[in-house]
């Protein structure tokens, strides 16, 4: 698989529109370690060998342990691992990256009601779909791990 182009210099304003949700991301009400898990599972999903390269590294800066990050991908059955609003958080990030089964469904919802403000569940859901898009733009340009996005 050999890289594509660089969006930086085929797309600027993309890549700075892009950015600029990223840097919303940093600065919301949402846990590192929760965008962290998000980032890692939405990546899984979507086959994303860059962005779970590089997240799985920042969340471990950030202080996750490896069995919480080796778990991740069926965190379904590691009881005792994940906290309850960790498993809606990561209920949420499944239904929306996989949009086209259902989307966000009215439960999961309803349980997110439970634990988070609708800003921190605006905050999650903009996680996610930030994460989404960093994947499209990276399968879809073949960034091999260790090259440069911008």
Known sequence: MQKRFNIKEVAPSALTAMIGLETYISKCSISNSTKELIKIRASQINGCAYCINVHTQDAIKNGETNQRI?????????????????????????????????????????????????????????????????????????????????
Do not use: C, P
């Open 70 to 150: 080796f778990l991740l991908n069926d965190w379904r059955e590691a009881e005792g691992i994940f906290t309850e609003e960790e498993k809606i958080v990561l209920a949420i990030t499944e239904e929306i990256t996989l949009i086209h089964q259902d989307g966000l469904n009215d439960d999961t919802y309803t349980n997110a009601l439970q634990f988070f403000s609708e800003t921190e569940i605006a905050d999650i859901i903009t996680a996610i779909i930030t994460i989404n898009m960093w994947n499209r733009v990276v399968r879809s340009t073949h960034l091999l791990i260790g090259q440069s996005l911008a």
